[in-house]
């Protein structure tokens, strides 16, 4: 069995983002990049799958060289190869998916792993779009995967329950929270992963489908605002906030 | 510029950091106040390969060198100093004398398990009446049919109760002093060693450490580490690699104390400003911050000397010594720094300051190392 798990590199959450001279993405200087944790269960999941029933599992990312870090951690954790596809995406899922989809369609992968959103992007739409481009099946948002000889079974989160849904791999499966616990990296595995080398292909030339135009960020909170008086007085003035201000009532 | 790291020991070091910041550190202050030991962290270590971490790969450790476990062993006493000194036990003082000094058969039965995180290693040497004055101990090793049988009463002994092996030291020959001491590999899984209550320490409240009473404790014949005689030779074989060690832990500490307090000074306001603009505590972080960029120093010089298998007792002296009495200053400084909030519970560098206290007693007191470097300079 051949499993590709898709990965991406995100800034870590407690970095403090800020937008480029250009108006419309990411300043990196500063930035610490780590692997969307979404993309984390997808890669566990890839990795329990080769310890249960043995599989050749393939890690992947695009971006430039900081994407290599990924990879590392991949090989690490029990990647037992990993891809480079140099390019950039300008932050467009469909571009990405693109490029993965020129890159897996001949390479006769059963099943395909990758976190349900990117961290931070939030878009959601990479797998399911590189499921649809490869012409395969999909399941989204995935907390339970089962494997059979040749088919899925999977249980995905949806608005208020759950859903369980059946197909034939080879397919596209989007990891959420709770789908494992990912592991740490042993020693062993980080000594053996310096030991192995990130093959680095040039990202097929794409498209994209959408452009950034601007980011930005949250506006400034304003400051608060102390009520004065007495508790009646408080109790007053923040009822009178509450109704005219806020509108809350 | 020194130290420069090699590509193996930032990634051991980052493992180590990441993990400790992530499962270690949040329940630290938990289990300071609880007393509880840390058994799922251990078992994670175990399997990560942070328990016999230069032990070689053939025999379940991570083959890593010398400085990458001192590396790792500084970002997990950061995060939480009673799973340090544990961790550091068992791979200084429990994996490091049986891979030294075992046989093939030895290493496979008892290095592997301790080395690959199966079970847990400790080091029998100090008792009642004989803690730096190591050669006075008295535990009788008597031999009988199939091996020795040991009698005699054991003091102060990390992982009691957690460990299963340990590196025992007896008399063999009531007669010969120095020379009549052996090392043995003891199952502490057997009726004849009874483990006492932890005691109720100041600080590394989570770290186990008890009295063992041993009452006719068989160990069988393949056993003895070493040859009838070699006790003191195995117990101090470790020696220089063990106080490294625990400079390294004293080390992480510090550095701990430093950022709560560098972190505090400019948080904390008072006289309208953030203390950090005061003079004083400006005086008392630089302070700080020297004597703790000298004795990092001077304990990756010691154990880049180590892992080069040079001879570092010196090194390895003048580390422990400066960084854990550095060390205990540091947090002193730090809880001063946090003013009444630094003497109350809900504040780490509280906590910091009794774990620290210990580094300059343990593996070896101040005094000692004072002798070791004198007695060099004066040879």
Request: aromatic fraction near 6%.
């Given at each position: 069995?051949?499993?590709?798990?898709?990965l991406?590199?995100?800034?870590?959450?407690?970095?403090?983002?800020?937008?480029?001279?250009?108006?419309?993405?990411?300043?990196?200087a500063?930035?610490?990049?780590?692997?969307?944790?979404?993309?984390e269960?997808?890669?566990?999941e890839?990795?329990?799958?080769?310890?249960?029933?043995?599989?050749?599992?393939?890690?992947?990312?695009?971006?430039?060289?900081?994407?290599?870090?990924?990879?590392?951690?991949?090989?690490?954790?029990?990647?037992?190869?990993?891809?480079?596809?140099?390019?950039?995406?300008?932050?467009?899922?469909?571009?990405?998916?693109?490029?993965?989809?020129a890159?897996?369609?001949?390479?006769?992968?059963?099943?395909?792993?990758?976190g349900?959103?990117?961290?931070?992007?939030?878009?959601?739409?990479?797998?399911?779009?590189?499921?649809e481009l490869?012409?395969?099946?999909?399941?989204?948002?995935?907390?339970?995967?089962?494997?059979?000889e040749?088919?899925?079974?999977?249980?995905?989160?949806?608005?208020?329950?759950?859903?369980?849904?059946?197909?034939?791999?080879?397919?596209?499966?989007?990891?959420?929270?709770?789908?494992?616990?990912?592991?740490?990296?042993?020693?062993?595995?980080i000594?053996?992963?310096k030991?192995?080398?990130?093959?680095?292909?040039?990202a097929?030339?794409?498209?994209?489908?959408?452009?950034?135009?601007?980011?930005?960020?949250?506006?400034?909170?304003?400051?608060?605002?102390?009520?004065?008086?007495?508790?009646?007085?408080?109790?007053?003035?923040?009822?009178?906030?509450?109704?005219?201000?806020?509108?809350?009532f | 510029?020194?130290?420069?790291?090699?590509?193996?020991?930032?990634?051991?070091?980052?493992?180590?950091?990441d993990?400790?910041?992530?499962?270690?550190?949040?329940?630290?202050?938990?289990?300071?106040?609880?007393?509880?030991?840390?058994?799922?962290?251990?078992?994670?270590?175990?399997?990560?390969?942070?328990?016999?971490?230069?032990?070689?790969?053939?025999?379940?450790?991570?083959?890593?060198?010398?400085?990458?476990?001192?590396l790792?062993?500084?970002?997990?006493?950061?995060?939480?100093?009673?799973?340090?000194?544990?961790?550091?036990?068992?791979?200084?003082?429990?994996?490091?004398?049986?891979?030294?000094?075992?046989?093939?058969?030895?290493?496979?039965?008892?290095?592997?398990?301790?080395?690959?995180?199966e079970?847990?290693?400790?080091?029998?040497?100090?008792?009642?009446?004989?803690g730096?004055?190591?050669?006075?101990?008295?535990?009788?090793?008597?031999?009988?049919?199939?091996?020795?049988?040991?009698?005699?009463?054991k003091?102060?002994?990390?992982?009691?109760?957690?460990?299963?092996?340990?590196?025992?030291?007896?008399?063999?020959?009531?007669?010969?002093?120095?020379?009549?001491?052996?090392?043995?590999?003891?199952?502490?899984?057997q009726?004849?060693?009874?483990?006492?209550?932890?005691e109720?320490?100041?600080?590394?409240?989570?770290?186990?450490?008890?009295?063992?009473?041993?009452?006719?404790?068989?160990?069988?014949?393949?056993?003895?580490?070493?040859?009838?005689g070699?006790?003191?030779?195995?117990?101090?074989?470790?020696?220089?690699?063990?106080?490294?060690?625990?400079?390294?832990?004293?080390?992480?500490?510090?550095?701990?104390?430093?950022?709560?307090?560098?972190?505090?000074?400019?948080?904390?306001?008072?006289?309208?400003?953030?203390?950090?603009?005061?003079?004083?505590?400006?005086?008392?972080?630089?302070?700080?911050?020297?004597?703790?960029?000298?004795?990092?120093?001077l304990?990756?010089?010691?154990?880049?000397?180590?892992?080069?298998?040079?001879t570092?007792?010196?090194?390895?002296?003048?580390?422990?010594?400066?960084?854990?009495?550095?060390?205990v200053?540091?947090?002193?400084?730090?809880?001063?720094?946090?003013?009444?909030?630094?003497?109350s519970?809900?504040?780490?560098?509280?906590?910091?300051?009794?774990?620290?206290?210990?580094?300059?007693?343990?593996?070896?007191?101040?005094?000692?190392?004072?002798?070791?470097?004198?007695?060099?300079?004066?040879?």
């Amino acid at each position: 069995m051949k499993i590709l798990v898709a990965l991406k590199q995100v800034p870590d959450t407690e970095t403090k983002i800020k937008v480029a001279a250009d108006g419309k993405s990411l300043d990196p200087a500063d930035v610490k990049w780590i692997t969307s944790p979404y993309d984390e269960y997808a890669l566990e999941e890839a990795i329990r799958i080769k310890e249960g029933k043995g599989a050749e599992v393939m890690a992947l990312s695009v971006g430039g060289d900081t994407a290599k870090d990924v990879l590392k951690n991949a090989l690490a954790l029990g990647a037992d190869s990993a891809v480079l596809l140099k390019g950039d995406g300008q932050g467009d899922a469909f571009a990405v998916a693109q490029m993965i989809a020129a890159y897996a369609k001949d390479k006769g992968f059963d099943l395909i792993l990758c976190g349900n959103k990117g961290l931070g992007g939030d878009n959601a739409a990479m797998g399911p779009m590189l499921a649809e481009l490869l012409g395969v099946a999909q399941a989204n948002v995935v907390v339970k995967l089962e494997l059979g000889e040749g088919t899925f079974k999977a249980e995905r989160e949806i608005e208020g329950g759950s859903e369980v849904v059946e197909g034939a791999l080879p397919a596209v499966i989007t990891a959420q929270k709770g789908l494992n616990e990912p592991r740490y990296a042993s020693l062993k595995g980080i000594m053996a992963a310096k030991k192995k080398t990130i093959e680095e292909l040039d990202a097929a030339a794409v498209t994209a489908g959408a452009q950034v135009s601007a980011l930005a960020l949250p506006p400034e909170r304003p400051a608060g605002r102390l009520l004065q008086g007495d508790a009646p007085a408080q109790a007053q003035a923040l009822l009178q906030a509450l109704k005219d201000e806020a509108k809350v009532f | 510029m020194f130290p420069r790291f090699t590509d193996d020991q930032t990634a051991v070091r980052d493992a180590a950091r990441d993990f400790a910041q992530s499962e270690i550190a949040p329940g630290a202050a938990a289990r300071d106040a609880s007393g509880e030991f840390a058994k799922d962290i251990f078992q994670q270590l175990g399997e990560m390969g942070f328990m016999g971490m230069t032990v070689p790969e053939a025999y379940g450790g991570a083959g890593v060198d010398f400085l990458s476990y001192i590396l790792a062993l500084e970002q997990v006493a950061y995060a939480d100093a009673s799973v340090a000194v544990a961790m550091s036990v068992n791979n200084s003082v429990a994996c490091a004398p049986i891979l030294a000094f075992g046989t093939e058969a030895q290493k496979q039965k008892y290095l592997k398990p301790l080395a690959n995180g199966e079970v847990m290693g400790g080091f029998m040497l100090t008792e009642p009446d004989a803690g730096s004055d190591a050669a006075a101990l008295k535990t009788r090793a008597t031999r009988v049919e199939g091996g020795w049988k040991l009698n005699g009463a054991k003091a102060w002994i990390t992982n009691g109760g957690v460990a299963r092996y340990f590196v025992t030291m007896a008399r063999t020959d009531p007669d010969k002093g120095k020379k009549g001491i052996s090392a043995f590999i003891l199952d502490a899984s057997q009726p004849g060693v009874v483990m006492g209550r932890p005691e109720e320490k100041m600080g590394l409240r989570s770290s186990k450490t008890v009295m063992v009473a041993l009452e006719d404790a068989f160990v069988p014949e393949d056993a003895i580490l070493g040859k009838p005689g070699d006790g003191l030779k195995v117990a101090f074989g470790g020696l220089d690699g063990g106080r490294i060690g625990i400079a390294a832990q004293a080390l992480g500490i510090a550095q701990r104390a430093m950022d709560e307090s560098v972190a505090y000074a400019k948080a904390r306001i008072s006289f309208g400003k953030p203390i950090g603009e005061h003079q004083m505590i400006q005086t008392y972080l630089a302070e700080m911050e020297a004597r703790l960029q000298a004795a990092r120093l001077l304990v990756y010089r010691a154990a880049s000397l180590k892992g080069a298998g040079r001879t570092c007792t010196v090194e390895a002296a003048t580390a422990k010594l400066f960084t854990t009495e550095s060390a205990v200053w540091i947090c002193d400084r730090a809880v001063q720094i946090h003013g009444g909030y630094g003497y109350s519970r809900e504040y780490t560098v509280e906590r910091l300051y009794r774990d620290v206290r210990v580094t300059t007693i343990y593996e070896g007191t101040s005094e000692i190392q004072r002798m070791v470097i004198a007695r060099e300079l004066l040879k």
